[in-house]
């Protein structure tokens, strides 16, 4: 992971505990980490419709102490924070369908968990550092592109406003309390690992899916732009903003590579996958109501104070997570 390397010696030995760490960005940090040395612990509530998979510590589960529990349950993490260095906080509820037909689960998970995690490190270790998985959903549908920290924070569903209200805790516990925390708003990742049972977590998913079920991918309006990070590149933007404490109390846009229109983005995946074929469909109307337009990221904020940029092309990123689900994908259907 290239520069990551370089302060590696920041992570040997460390505890680190990383919610949410069976899940698709979650595992593959928890992987980097344990090459880097730290001691490592997940915890991860393993409900089915979220992302956690057992077999996403496939070969360094026995480098991993994993806590099935769910961050819901606020007397548990006293424990489980207590004597970590690091906190890796990306336990939450992705889906933007599920927010807005169960929003009270959202607000639970997405809001209120995390205010409760925030309280358990003031009491219980208030000297550890932390890095928050944000989102681009906060922003909404965007004045102007690429999007900027800047940019107004206006959520067009359930899922996007407990994000920014989780966002805002941590960030406020920055400020306040001097808990050493930042957040990253992430785009669209991609990758190893990655749900692609249904679309709650991303809908490239699905895709991947569909075309190694040689089902055509179906493409919701086509026009839509986007940016999309590789998940080795995410990871590396989590160590990096946690090993440097010029990113306390910050906020950064994580990008990709130069974005792509949806239809263009199913052209390449099945070009990669060697055949297959896609529907252009309208969008449908539940969708229609919540959807952003265009959307991608102004990242030099993140490239300037921590020399953060993303390694990997899109074309390199789809090969390598297609051939990963030829491997694997009956361990994610």
Known sequence: MGDVKNFGRKFAGARVLITGGLGFIGSNLARELVALGARVSVVDSMIPEY??????????????????????????????????DFLFNLAGQTSHMDSMTDPETDLEINGRAQLALLEACRKHNPGVRIVFASTRQIYGKPDYLPVDE?????????????????????????????????????????????????????????????LLEDEPI?????????????????????????????????????????P?????????????????????????????????????????????????KPRTDLRTALAQTLDYYRRERRFYV
Do not use: C
Request: aromatic content about 8%.
């Open 218 to 258: 179906e493409v919701w309006g086509g026009e839509q732009r986007r940016d999309f990070s590789y998940v080795d590149d995410a990871v590396e933007a989590f160590l990096l903003a946690a090993a440097n404490e010029a990113a306390v109390g910050e906020v950064f846009n994580l990008g990709g590579p130069p």
């Open 260 to 308: 792509v229109t949806l239809q263009a983005l199913a052209e390449l995946m099945i070009e990669e996958n060697g055949g297959g074929a896609m529907v252009v469909r309208e969008f449908p109307a539940d969708r229609k109501k919540i959807d952003i337009g265009d959307y991608f990221a102004d990242d030099r904020k993140i490239a300037r104070m921590l020399g953060w």
């Open 51 to 84: 992302g956690g998979n057992a077999r996403n510590l496939a070969g360094v589960a026995s480098k991993v102490t994993v806590h099935r529990a769910d961050v819901r349950e606020h007397a548990k993490l006293a424990r489980l924070v207590r004597g970590q």
């Open 150 to 210: 800047k940019h107004p924070v206006r959520p067009v569903d359930v899922n996007g406003i407990n994000k920014a209200a989780g966002e805002a805790f941590h960030l406020l516990y920055a400020r306040v309390h001097g808990i050493r925390a930042t957040a990253l708003r992430l785009t669209n990742t991609i990758g190893p690992r990655m749900r692609i049972k249904d679309a709650r977590q991303t809908f490239v998913g699905v895709w991947v899916r569909r």
